[in-house]
């Protein structure tokens, strides 16, 4: 039984292992860096884009500036965020206890409610305005407040709120809580408020964060209901100045960052992002 | 069949050291078991000889071959996995034949092998089943099958029994052992089973921390425990601590006792303090009547708890040594209540110590 | 007189136990009206009112002209292209989202590329309508970046390429289908167990057999329901393209019917609305089907 490895020769054997061990194949790289491409470069192009045009002279954050000088930029970035809140605000009173009864004394309601979940996709947004709008028309009071937008986008933001109180729910042990709290002596609705809420907490600002996306980023409904959001100046300013319309394009892009910013730091990035792209 | 050599592995993760300078030999048609608690590296040192990890240095000789350089899938070891190792999207049969497929064997030759195997593992009515139509126990056997197919020079099985009830278990641990005698294939087995490496094994090396702390078969393991680690993890040992009394008759004196240890390894100074290693089923107990003193080589101990095992009754007892655990059978411990004071008597050939 | 009470009370309960169950369940049924007649109002109604009015002229006679109007020009070419569309992107970011969402989890690659992706995938699949249409504007357009780029180099694209055509605008759709689709099937390829690919690595297989004979047999259902997912999402898609100035696609023709612009048959918006339900019910239901197939296995 001969003394084998010595030092010399283990340390060659351990580099080789080493490479052999984390190389990663041509084959996955190229299309690692495809896709890297398909993503930063239209952002570049923006960015380009947005600071070329500009006269000899001016600020090459002129177009930036224009849209910033004007009043309209102002009122319909403010338009669309509080018609954001206000969806996230009938959502919540809508949704949290509905999803809390029927978990709680309905469960046998889970499968219609999934169905229910379903539905805004099968009914997207400019085929829910044809069914919608001769109904509006006749509630003229409603039909001009840019509130109905905020109750039609609820139904966009169904899905997601739905799916992510769900999952929330799911997660604690509902019943036993509940019970817990009982027998202690609290009240249905100081239970919910208390107990299951904070629980929740994760939950209800992932699916509120998602819902400001979609609501922010609405442009089907709103076009044609004419109202002035954000994405329907965008639009507006954008057909007619396209250097103006990429600026623009470069500040939603820095606001969806942002709001995919904060729901990846409440570590659910992933899933909860991917159901948001299936409203446009 | 095979030789396998292991040869000073080592691999850490980060600044975690899985493998500490491993060596390991494996005789031709032998059956060797890693036993070891979790993270003592048994399974990281067979994944290492089956491909799956490098290590950071050392050899693995296959026949006095380096294997190292050799991918995961040219190395033609066959290796059972703990569970989910079957193809879901094949039947119990194109499973087994799949590595002959790989190997672009005729249809008839796989379709003959898949049924050899099958029925050696005692399943050659399921071979149209698919995995999610079998019990846990089918499917490891269906997934032994399929690593045998190929006419492996190695078998490698990482804990395959560990996902599977405790019945299924001591079936199936017979089944491997027979499999393996009858095609006498060189075998690699880690588990944290003792009983089950003991039972079943010609050698068994127990690990811990990256380490093999003992090597050999299982009576040697089992009667002749090396290290206090190997001693507390196979079987159960009371510990007692005394003094040596005289280094060359080997007699120490723990307690009121002065006991003789068999061991010729026995190499300790008089005046040092030893640890001494005995069995359970080593010691027996007598009852006492009221008063009365034990003889002469017995000394008195207080019954201080009964646990039911079914053959034997675990008994444990306060004595001038410690606390003592001793396992009789169970008609006799009907006997017995808590605060009963009995005699107690080692088997003083049955003493180990450990070697420092 | 005592005790015979408890008996006549327990009697009394017991024969109205079952009764006061269900009168607890309407109680508790009550709990989500809200919500049902919320959905109701916003929702289920509205389409009611337009699977019926699609069959209505506008004076509310039953008609089926609608729906034949749907089958003379130019709606079977906006059928044609919106499918073609769907199709297109559903395939490209599909296929490609398939092979980055292998390529990121090898385990061979640097820890930070999947937070990376994943992270920016969630990012760019909501970038998706106006502010997309105008990003690739200033990209592919006639005096985008990349054209540009091109020009210097020698090559022009234009006139033949166009944002507006079938393979510019499915280009523009990659950027939310891609990330979608990395997203979705990053979980289905971790659902491949580790020790398949041992076991077939053992038994010698290379990779390329492995992904023959058991990677893609087991995946495949799962592949072609997220690209059939993809489809939807695509055929419902108006925003991005209405911002590229693309015109014949059916979401943007029922748009214009609504606006009033064409105005040639108003209740045709109905019919056209009704064609994309039935469609998109269609891709569920295939959908669904493929999921089913594909959970016998990653279980």
């Known amino acids: 039984m001969a003394q084998v490895a010595t030092v010399a020769e283990t340390r060659p054997s351990s580099h080789r292992f080493r490479r052999a061990r984390n190389r990663v194949p041509v084959w996955h790289l190229t299309w690692l860096v495809l896709a890297a491409l398909v993503f930063i470069v239209p952002i570049y192009s923006v960015v380009q884009f947005s600071l070329a045009g500009v006269q000899p002279g001016q600020s090459p954050f002129h177009w930036y500036l224009t849209v910033f000088d004007d009043p309209m930029f102002r009122s319909s970035f403010w338009l669309s965020i509080q018609i954001s809140l206000e969806t996230v605000a009938v959502s919540l009173v809508l949704m949290v206890p509905t999803v809390f009864w029927v978990h709680l004394r309905l469960p046998g309601l889970r499968p219609v409610m999934d169905l229910i979940s379903i539905l805004p996709f099968v009914v997207p947004p400019i085929v829910l305005v044809v069914g919608l709008l001769p109904f509006l028309e006749k509630i003229t009071w409603l039909f001009v407040r840019p509130e109905v937008l905020s109750l039609i986008y609820v139904i966009f933001a169904l899905p997601f709120l739905y799916r992510a109180l769900d999952a929330g729910l799911r997660a604690i042990d509902l019943r036993t809580l509940v019970e817990a709290a009982e027998s202690l002596g609290a009240k249905l609705p100081r239970t919910l408020l208390r107990v299951i809420l904070p629980n929740l907490r994760a939950a209800i600002i992932g699916g509120s964060l998602l819902t400001i996306a979609i609501a922010m980023g609405e442009y089907t409904v709103a076009s044609l209901l004419e109202f002035s959001t954000f994405s329907v100046y965008t639009y507006t300013i954008g057909t007619s100045t396209a250097y103006e319309g990429v600026a623009l394009s470069f500040i939603s892009f820095i606001f969806v960052w942002g709001a995919m910013l904060g729901l990846y730091l409440l570590g659910r990035g992933g899933r909860n992002a991917a159901a948001v792209a299936i409203t446009h | 069949m095979a030789t396998i050599e292991l040869r000073g592995l080592r691999r850490t993760f980060g600044s975690v050291v899985a493998l500490d300078s491993l060596d390991l030999d494996v005789h031709s048609g032998e059956f060797v078991s890693l036993l070891g608690p979790s993270g003592c590296g048994k399974t990281t040192a067979l994944r290492i000889v089956a491909g799956f990890e490098w290590p950071d240095a050392g050899e693995v000789l296959v026949n006095g071959r380096d294997v190292l350089g050799q991918p995961a899938n040219k190395r033609n070891m066959g290796m059972v996995f703990q569970a989910y190792s079957l193809f879901p999207n094949m039947t119990a049969q194109h499973n087994v034949e799949f590595g002959l497929r790989v190997r672009k064997e005729s249809h008839e030759k796989r379709a003959k092998r898949a049924r050899e195997l099958l029925e050696l593992v005692g399943l050659g009515t399921a071979m149209d089943r698919y995995p999610r139509q079998l019990s846990g126990g089918q499917q490891q056997r269906v997934a032994l099958a399929r690593s045998l197919a190929i006419e492996p020079s190695v078998l490698l099985l990482d804990e395959p029994l560990s996902a599977l009830d405790a019945k299924v278990r001591v079936q199936l641990r017979e089944e491997v052992r027979r499999v393996q005698l009858e095609l006498g294939i060189t075998t690699l087995y880690v588990t944290h089973d003792q009983e089950e490496a003991l039972s079943i094994s010609d050698r068994v090396a127990v690990m811990s921390d990256g380490r093999v702390e003992q090597f050999g078969t299982p009576a040697q393991i089992y009667n002749g425990p090396r290290t206090a680690f190997v001693a507390n993890f196979v079987g159960t040992m009371n510990r007692l601590e005394g003094t040596v009394v005289s280094s060359e008759d080997r007699v120490v004196r723990c307690g009121p006792l002065m006991l003789s240890v068999p061991d010729p390894t026995f190499n300790h100074r008089a005046g040092e303090t030893v640890e001494l290693f005995v069995r359970p089923e080593d010691i027996s107990l007598e009852l006492l009547s009221n008063g009365n003193k034990p003889a002469p080589g017995l000394f008195d101990g207080r019954v201080t708890s009964l646990t039911f095992l079914g053959p034997v009754t675990r008994v444990g007892l306060a004595t001038d040594l410690g606390p003592l655990l001793a396992d009789v059978s169970s008609a006799v411990a009907l006997g017995l209540a808590a605060d009963t004071v009995v005699a107690v008597k080692l088997d003083s050939t049955a003493l180990r110590s450990i070697a420092r | ?299």
């Open chain 3, 1 to 299: 007189m005592a005790l015979a009470e408890p008996g006549i009370r327990s009697a009394v309960l017991v024969g109205s136990a079952p009764r006061k169950r269900s009168r607890s369940r309407r109680w508790a049924l009550l709990g989500v009206l809200p919500f049902f007649a919320y959905i109701s109002v916003f929702l289920l109604i509205p389409t009611g009112e337009l699977i019926v009015g699609a069959f209505r002229t506008a004076n509310g006679a039953f008609t089926l002209s609608n729906i034949s109007d749907i089958f003379r020009a130019p709606y079977p070419q906006a059928f044609e292209f919106s499918l073609e569309l769907s199709g297109l992107s559903a395939l490209m970011g599909g296929v490609l989202g398939f092979l980055v969402a292998n390529a990121v989890l090898h385990h061979g690659v640097p820890r930070f590329v999947r937070p990376a992706f994943v992270s920016f995938s969630g990012m760019a699949a909501n970038f998706a309508g106006v502010p997309l249409g105008f990003a690739y504007i200033a990209t592919l357009g006639t005096l985008g970046v990349v054209t540009t780029l091109l020009q210097h180099l020698g090559l022009n694209i234009y006139p033949s390429f166009s944002l507006q055509g079938l393979f510019g605008c499915a280009l523009v759709y990659m950027y939310f289908q891609l990330p979608l689709m990395i997203l979705l099937m990053i979980p289905v390829i971790e659902g491949l167990r580790k020790e398949w690919r041992e076991s077939a690595s053992n038994l010698g297989a290379s990779s390329f057999a492995f992904w023959r004979y058991v990677g893609l047999p087991v995946v495949t259902p799962s592949l072609l329901g997220l690209m059939v997912l993809l489809f939807g999402n695509a055929f419902s898609a108006y925003a991005t393209a209405e911002t590229l100035g693309v015109s014949n696609l059916v979401t943007i023709d029922i748009a214009n019917l609504i606006n009033g612009d064409i105005s040639i048959n108003p209740q045709d918006a109905y019919a056209l609305a009704l064609a994309m339900i039935v469609i998109i019910v269609i891709t569920i239901v295939v959908y669904a089907l493929l999921q089913r197939r594909a959970s016998r296995w990653l279980r």
